[in-house]
């Protein structure tokens, strides 16, 4: 398995970004540390513009109810 989380460093401890996987409850795991580069935060400015166009987008999304199905016909008879 390969998962890629981001951590801080904190008086020698690491703060994940995020919750590990359950499935690792218990196990070793081996730990790479890699610096961020300039390359990295392009990336992270990427993932910064996609992450704000995505709440963008969930600002004009609604729910749809649960027997919601879809009528490609109907689209088209005009």
Do not use: H
């Not at 540390?33 to 513009?49: M, Y």
């Not at 004009?60 to 490609?72: E, I, Q, V």
């Amino acid at each position: 398995m390969l998962q890629i989380i981001e951590a801080t460093c904190t008086n020698g401890e690491l703060v994940l970004s995020e919750k590990l996987n359950p499935e690792l409850e218990g196990k070793t795991i081996q730990i790479m540390i890699l610096e961020p580069s300039e390359s990295t935060q392009l990336i992270d400015s990427e993932q910064s513009k996609i992450q704000q166009f995505l709440a963008r987008v969930n600002n004009y999304s609604f729910p749809l109810p649960a027997d919601y199905k879809f009528n490609r016909e109907e689209i088209y008879d005009r």
